[in-house]
């Protein structure tokens, strides 16, 4: 059998193809012209958007430059107001950020909805294009290789028609190829989507948790205006009582913690310098450094008597907490709940896998609970001055996760102010230098 002759015997296959050619590249447009125009409509919205957010970003740099100001002079009354207002006008920012960020993060969900379907359209009718082809070529099946050649008049019409199939069949391989791919795209705004979706639910934590820390800026003002009835030495009194109970807390604290007993195995934790935690916010700003160890506490004056088992990190009420890697919330707690308590405020403790364990003390607002799973870069909270705090600043501990334990003051012994509030206690030995284990700043 001759080439010739053996490609004529596939002449009736790729005939019947011929049939429905003419209506295939209407139905392979991945998207109608109408849905096309809707989501370019959409995507102009989302860009318009975009724009009024990067705008907004712009204020709340500038309140947070004007904060640092604030927080660099000295404590007075006027100045603590001072403080408490540009961080009311800095969190309202925050809110309209976050309320923007949320709608348009809608306008792109819809813009995706519409893509999804218009893609879902396209593959239904190229499916069905491409179904009536193989019914026809099922049909021409029963024509035999002398009908079809009998169909022509003469030899130059017959090549011609079989040249012309050829570039048909090519064009309905490109078809298919035209659907897995259709196919794929689907696949991925689908996914895009989902992960939409699940923005917008974090959007949304964030909006109702901003609302909460500018209801305790305004209860904050009052209370502050109402214990000093508006006067500096009431002010000046105020802040000399939280100092000295503050340090009698510290005291009665390191006691207990220099009785506690805890060996630390070397291999159980991550080796000093590995940079295992991102850090947890976006700008870092050291206040005080690391300073809690055994020859702290047995040469106080070696740190000029301040034993610091974290460090502090300047920033604005309101700034994003994030976890520093992977973990589970092992506790949640506030010692403001117990009167006349200067010690952490809102704080966290979450447990990660490497055998560390971290704290974020004086938070504003908590977003997680007891229990919950977190993905590195997760929003655990935002910063505050909750506690005994002289500002606004995120507490960060790191801690050996075998030594840390979380109980009432009052399980150990009585403490001052703070006996039935809950807290992480470590010995000594289970403190290490968050410094050791974060990217060079």
């Not at 012209?33 to 989302?46: P, S, W």
């Not at 893609?119 to 499916?127: D, L, V, Y």
């Not at 070696?302 to 460090?311: E, S």
């Not at 700034?319 to 308590?341: E, F, H, M, Q, W």
């Amino acid at each position: 059998m001759t080439p010739r002759f053996s490609f004529l015997i596939d002449l009736r296959y790729a005939a019947a193809f011929l049939i429905g050619a003419a209506m295939l590249p209407s139905l392979f447009a991945a998207f109608p012209a109408m849905a096309q125009t809707e989501a370019e409509r959409l995507q102009r919205e989302i860009d318009d958007r975009n724009e009024r957010l990067a705008s907004i970003e712009k204020e709340i740099a500038a309140y947070e430059a004007e904060l640092q100001k604030v927080g660099a002079e000295k404590s007075t009354l006027q100045s603590a107001i001072n403080q408490l207002e540009l961080e009311r006008k800095k969190i309202q920012a925050d809110i309209r950020l976050t309320e923007g960020k949320i709608k348009s993060t809608d306008v792109e969900i819809d813009k995706l909805s519409l893509e999804i379907s218009d893609a879902e359209k396209s593959i239904m009718s190229n499916q069905a294009a491409i179904g009536e082809n193989l019914r026809l070529l099922s049909q021409n099946e029963n024509d035999s290789l002398i009908e079809v050649f009998l169909r022509h008049d003469n030899l130059s019409e017959f090549w011609g028609e079989v040249e012309e199939l050829e570039t048909v069949r090519q064009s309905m391989r490109d078809r298919v190829d035209d659907l897995s791919r259709l196919k794929e795209l689907l696949g991925g705004k689908v996914e895009e989507e989902s992960d939409k979706r699940s923005e917008l639910v974090s959007l949304r934590d964030q909006f109702a948790g901003q609302h909460s820390i500018l209801e305790g800026n305004k209860k904050e003002k009052t209370n502050l205006l109402t214990a000093t009835k508006n006067e500096e030495a009431n002010y000046q009194k105020l802040l000399a009582d939280k100092k000295a109970a503050r340090d009698q807390l510290l005291k009665e604290v390191q006691a207990i913690e220099s009785e506690l007993r805890f060996i630390l195995d070397p291999n159980s934790i991550p080796t000093k310098g590995s940079s295992v935690f991102r850090w947890p916010l976006d700008k870092v700003i050291i206040t005080q450094y690391f300073g809690y160890t055994k020859f702290a506490l047995q040469n106080a004056g070696v740190y000029k008597n301040n034993m610091h088992n974290g460090i502090d990190l300047g920033a604005a009420v309101g700034t994003k907490i994030y976890a520093p890697l992977t973990g589970t919330v092992r506790a949640t707690g506030n010692t403001d709940s117990v009167p006349g308590c200067y010690s952490w405020g809102q704080w966290v403790l979450v447990d990660h896998p490497n055998g560390l364990a971290t704290l974020y003390a004086h938070l504003s607002y908590i977003g997680v609970s007891a229990g919950q799973k977190l993905d590195t870069g997760d929003v655990i909270g935002y910063v505050g001055a909750t506690g005994y705090a002289t500002g606004p600043h995120l507490h960060f501990t790191v801690y050996v996760s075998a030594a840390v334990q979380v109980k009432r003051f009052n399980e150990f012994k009585a403490v001052t102010g703070c006996g039935a509030a809950f807290s992480p206690f470590s010995a000594i030995e289970g403190y290490l230098d968050p410094l050791d284990y974060l990217p060079a700043s």
